[in-house]
């Protein structure tokens, strides 16, 4: 029994030395961060600050609303971030719609 965690520690040692080596090491690491740009910004923070003056998640979820897919929900944070006059730049407002996407309204992208 003693001798088995030494044992598991090198073994997961070397597999770690064998991605590195194999030159994986890197790549694992990169796509394991959020380095996307949609993925950088904090969409939740901006719809906490720009969206919940005039309506929460009930807009978004209400029974009659009116996106039918991932391309007019951008194009409707779009238009609500151009009646606010906010100035949320494109990526800003591709992560907003991609986190209203993943939160509510569940479009194939
Ligand atoms: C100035 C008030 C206002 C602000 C601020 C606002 N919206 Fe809206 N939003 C509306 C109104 C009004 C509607 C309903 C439009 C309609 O029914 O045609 C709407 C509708 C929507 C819808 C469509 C809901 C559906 O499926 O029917 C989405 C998505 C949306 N807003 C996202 C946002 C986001 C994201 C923000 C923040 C960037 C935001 N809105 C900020 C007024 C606003």
């Known amino acids: 029994m003693k001798v088995r965690a030494p044992i598991a520690v090198t073994a ?3 597999a770690l030395a064998a991605l590195v080596g194999a030159g994986l090491g890197a790549g694992a690491l990169l796509t394991g961060l ?3 740009a949609t993925e950088s910004v904090d969409a939740e923070a901006l719809v906490q600050k720009n969206c919940t003056s005039c309506h ?3 807009m978004y979820t209400r029974e009659d609303r ?3 897919s991932f391309s007019a929900l951008e194009t409707q944070v779009e ?3 151009t009646n606010l006059d906010t100035g949320m730049f494109p990526e800003e407002v591709k992560a907003v719609a991609t986190l209203l996407n993943e939160e509510y309204y569940k479009f194939e992208q």
């Open 34 to 36: 959020p380095v996307a």
């Open 66 to 68: 009116k996106i039918g």
């Open 56 to 58: 929460g998640s009930e």
């Open 12 to 14: 997961r040692a070397s």
């Open 79 to 81: 238009a609500c971030n």
